[in-house]
Nanobody
Framework: QVQLVESGGGLVQPGGSLRLSCAASGFTFSAYDMSWYRQAPGKERELVAT????????YYADSVKGRFTISRDNAKNTVYLQMNSLKPEDTAVYYC?????????WGQGTQITISS
């Protein structure tokens, strides 16, 4: 069955870095655009970054542009989110998403907390 398993979350101080990973299985990973979303307490889920199926194009929310980098390894069926210069407002549950036409899959989420 389809699985998206996020890892790499945790507690980090402001200004620190984290790298999230999302391991995919059960579908043709290389055909799917992959994204990271996040949801902070009391807020709607928002798109953070997207990478196209071949990795040729990326998109970033303005709030993370220049600090976060999305990448993928189609040989490992894994998408990454490198997060630098983290801020308290980056605190949220981060979700991995796979999308191909009408097919849309979600991971279970991983908590990121930025606090001193």
């Amino acid at each position: 069955q389809v699985q998206l398993v996020e890892s790499g979350g945790g507690l980090v101080q402001p200004g620190g870095s984290l790298r999230l990973s999302c391991a995919a299985s059960g579908f043709t990973f290389s055909a799917y655009d992959m994204s990271w979303y996040r949801q902070a307490p009391g807020k709607e889920r928002e798109l953070v970054a997207t990478i196209t199926s071949t990795g040729g194009r990326t998109y970033y929310a303005d709030s993370v542009k220049g600090r976060f980098t999305i990448s993928r390894d189609n040989a490992k069926n894994t998408v990454y989110l490198q997060m630098n210069s983290l801020k308290p407002e980056d605190t949220a549950v981060y979700y991995c998403n796979a999308r191909f036409v009408v097919r849309n899959y979600w991971g279970q989420g991983t908590q990121i907390t930025i606090s001193s």
